[in-house]
């Protein structure tokens, strides 16, 4: 999965994501990672703050993603985000890659 993929599932699980505390701080985090990222590009954050899930809704962030650069952005993949508290939710870039879904449960394989 690319990094624009990850964000991209991230943003439309967070954005569904009931009443979890780990997984409002993990979206709100992403999202307001984002908003410094695309600062300035009118579009991108107008898009950023429409309702996420719908495929046409996907297919205009990931380009706007991909366009800004926020794919290889380590702030916003979280590499350098240490957890927010013991036991809090991990970045999503060390997630991914213990093979836990944007969502946060499961594994690859399964």
Excluded: F, K, N
């Excluded at 624009?4 to 993990?26: F, N």
């Excluded at 991909?66 to 508290?85: H, I, K």
């Excluded at 939710?89 to 399964?110: F, N």
């Amino acid at each position: 999965m690319t990094g624009v993929e990850l964000i991209v599932a991230a943003l439309a699980a967070g954005a569904g994501a009931g009443t979890s505390a780990a997984a409002v701080d993990a979206y709100v985090g992403l999202r307001d990672a984002l908003r410094r990222r695309l600062a300035g590009r009118g579009q991108a954050e107008q898009i950023l703050h429409e309702d996420a899930g719908s495929t046409v809704w996907e297919q205009r962030i990931a380009m706007e993603l991909a366009d800004s650069g926020a794919d290889r952005d380590e702030l916003v993949l979280g590499r350098r985000q240490p957890s927010p508290r013991p036991g809090g939710p991990r970045p999503l870039s060390d997630r991914w890659a213990h093979g836990e879904s944007a969502r946060g449960a499961g594994c690859a394989g399964r």
